[in-house]
């Protein structure tokens, strides 16, 4: 059946919305906002690396649907200061050199990491306001106030002429914030009262009825937990989370404790809070972690780094007894003022258990809820954000699927159409038009890791080599032949790491030995070295699964003289 085209009709203006990341997990945020050519950027988080992704230490946006889309962009805007909304900046801001809107103190941390990379001079900021407006492109931006677990946070309110989208970054409806900077409700209504398009939503608490704790519920549970310990009280929390550091030093302060801030990302982060008006810390009550030694024990309070387990980090370290100032005592009370993110959850529960055999005394939210609240908003704060907004269509954003659908559910309970709500995985593709929204297709995404100072360079196959190493050992074979006749000189040398002990496996190593002369014999007509590496590695693969039932990594070697 032939089509009929028409022209001269005007085309459709389209709003386009991508999550390059945090739909389908927690972390690694960043969002394409996109409106004829003009485009501005979410966040630009990192998130952590499974156990299996041996040797990455963090996972970033995959930005290649901007490659040709750079001269489009007008800039990133950011939500707030967590290194899942910012984490990947340093990484990816070379790449997409545009302005950075955020506000006072999320551009302080942003600043630091920049810096440390090396990227910090070629890099423009606008500090923001909350309800102040900002021009990028065809995009009216307006930020406005939300109540999270670190201050300065903000969400957006993105405006096109096909209408207004509202971007809440992560909140809650916290009525008494550490801060005192509520959730914008004014800001929000009247958005609400003049049509919404569509509200993109965190949601990473609707499995949660009710409503979310105060942060300031958690007063009272340090203050109780440093008047009981006899000895001294170890905080470890997120190093970005500003209002817990600050809950622990007020507690300490009403209990004549000082205070040492252990780890170099949280030293940072208290730093440029302090420096900026953000924290709150008496300058007697801090000391320097090198010069703990002398206080009493029931006179100090650790806030540490390191709650997720992290390598290397400053928590992970005294868990194994390898950090330079700090020893676990028989009694030390240690406090887990968050709770592992998905995935991380082994690697906490090992330092956990780690920190129990050194005699210290761990709570942690498996036994107890009373030192950690969430930032994000439960059932109730999230209806209420959809009966404030009132959003033609819904997007929930930020979450795992199964939270995302939970949202949906509780939406649709309140009468917002099944059909109006867009569930996606980072890539999706939502586009609207002045009349309708719909799913656009998939762009393909993958994940992008960082491995020290190389980005994108550990692709699938560096990760399976480091998977067999990891769990199957490697065998190099070195076998040395004559430059003219190309007959063995002497006997295959074999060298085995993570598979076998050599000295005890003599009989398995002279077997090994006579395969390889073997696949040598065979190999004389192919005049190709590659290939006879190739059968070697085959035969001797085959060999050693046969008599182990394991797969190490074979690795030939042909020197010629």
């Known amino acids: 059946m032939s089509r009929k085209f028409k022209f001269g009709r005007k085309k459709k203006e389209k709003l386009r919305f991508i999550p390059l990341g945090g739909n389908g997990q927690v972390t690694k945020n960043m969002f394409v906002y996109e409106y004829k050519d003009d485009i501005v950027l979410v966040d630009c988080g990192m998130g952590f690396p499974s156990e299996m992704l041996y040797g990455v230490d963090m996972v970033i946006p995959d930005i290649s649907y901007l490659a040709d889309k750079r001269q489009k962009i007008r800039g990133f805007l950011i939500t707030h200061g967590h290194e899942d909304h910012i984490g990947a900046l340093p990484y990816i801001i070379d790449k997409i050199s545009v302005p950075i809107y955020a506000t006072k103190l999320v ?17 423009n900021f606008v500090q ?55 959730t914008d409700v004014e800001c929000l209504t009247k958005y609400g009262n003049n049509r919404v398009l569509a509200l993109m939503s965190d949601c990473l608490r609707s499995e949660k009825p009710g409503t979310t704790l105060s942060e300031s519920s958690l007063k009272e549970r340090f203050d109780e937990a440093m008047r009981e310990a006899s000895g001294r009280v170890i905080i470890t929390t997120f190093s970005s989370n500003v209002s817990r550091i600050q809950q622990a030093v007020d507690a300490s302060l009403k209990h004549n404790r000082k205070v040492a801030i252990i780890g170099r990302s949280m030293e940072q982060n208290a730093q440029v809070a302090a420096e900026l008006g953000y924290l709150r810390v008496p300058a007697d009550i801090l000391v320097n972690v090198a010069k703990i030694e002398g206080i009493p024990d029931q006179s100090l309070t650790l806030v540490v780094a390191g709650s997720q387990g992290q390598p290397g980090s400053a928590l992970s370290r005294i868990a194994s007894g390898e ?27 090992e330092m956990i258990d780690n920190l129990s055999r050194l005699g210290a005394v761990v709570k942690y939210s498996d036994i107890t809820s009373d030192f950690h609240v969430s930032g994000h908003g439960a059932q109730n704060e999230l209806l209420l954000m959809l009966s404030l907004t009132k959003p033609k269509y819904l997007v929930p954003i930020s979450a ?31 586009e609207f038009d002045q009349n309708n929204a719909w799913i656009a297709g ?3 995404t993958t994940n992008v890791f960082v491995d020290g100072i190389g980005v994108g360079d550990v692709g699938s196959i560096v990760l399976r080599d480091r998977k067999v190493l990891a769990e ?9 032949v004559h430059k003219k006749t190309n007959h063995l000189i002497g006997e295959p040398e074999i060298i085995s790491r993570g598979f076998v002990y050599m000295k005890e496996s003599e009989v398995l ?40 039932a394991r797969r190490p990594m074979v690795l030939p070697v042909i020197v010629d003289v």
């Open 323 to 349: 950090h330079k100032y700090v020893t676990i005592k028989e009694g030390d009370l240690i406090i887990f003022s968050a709770d592992p993110i998905p995935g991380n959850q082994d690697a906490v529960y």
């Open 472 to 480: 199957e050992g490697i065998v190099v074979v070195i076998v040395t």
């Open 442 to 444: 998939q762009i393909e």
């Open 128 to 182: 923001i306001e909350p309800r102040k407006k900002y021009q990028l492109g065809a995009f009216s931006v307006e930020p406005f106030q939300v109540s999270h677990s670190i201050p300065d946070s903000v969400g957006f309110a993105i405006t096109t002429p096909l209408g207004t989208t509202i971007h809440t970054g992560d909140y809650k409806f916290d009525p008494s914030p550490i801060d005192g900077r509520t």
């Open 509 to 548: 190593i002279n077997q090994a030995r006579g395969v390889i002369k073997k696949s040598l014999d065979s190999g004389k007509k192919i005049k190709n070295w590659l290939s006879v590496k190739e059968k070697i590695s085959e035969d001797l693969e085959r060999f050693l699964f046969k008599k182990t």
């Open 400 to 430: 795992m699927h199964r939270q995302m659908h939970q949202f949906a559910q509780l939406a649709q309970n309140t009468g917002v159409p099944r059909q109006n709500i867009f569930i996606v995985d980072e890539g999706g593709i939502i």
């Open 107 to 123: 551009t302080g941390l942003i600043k630091v990491r920049l810096k440390e990379a090396g990227k910090l001079a070629n890099t």
